[in-house]
């Protein structure tokens, strides 16, 4: 059975910094990508930055870049997300997500973890 379990969300002040961990089991862990989505209340859902299963490739969503780390250890089938300078506008739920080499169409989904950043 597959499993991704987030942790690491909470409430910070404007500037602070948070780190997010993905727990992932039930899949060959190396093969896949590892995307962060989130979605805040009444917004679509979007992606945040996606890594790469072998060779760890990443991307970021614009407003992220240079405040947001995307890495993984796929001896321990995690992938971190380190957000710093965290603003306002970064408040959601986020996600981790798995898709076979690329983050596309998710094949799989963890709960969320809430995170709130307060001005």
């Known amino acids: 059975e597959v499993h991704l379990v987030e942790s690491g969300g909470g409430l910070v002040t404007a500037g602070g910094s948070l780190r997010l961990s993905c727990v992932a089991s039930?899949?060959?862990?190396?093969?896949?990508?590892i995307g962060w989505y989130r979605q805040a209340p009444g917004k679509e859902r979007e992606r945040v930055s996606c890594?790469?299963?072998?060779?760890?490739?990443?991307s970021y969503k614009t407003s992220v870049k240079g405040r947001f780390t995307i890495s993984r250890d796929n001896a321990a089938n995690t992938v971190t997300l380190l957000m710093n300078d965290l603003k306002p506008e970064d408040t959601a739920v986020y996600y981790c997500?798995?898709?076979?080499?690329?983050?596309?169409?998710?094949?799989?989904w963890g709960k969320g973890t809430p995170v709130t950043v307060s001005p």
């Open positions: 997500a798995a898709d076979k080499d690329w983050c596309g169409t998710m094949k799989f």
């Open positions: 039930g899949f060959t862990f190396r093969d896949y990508a």
């Open positions: 890594i790469s299963g072998r060779e760890s490739i990443v």
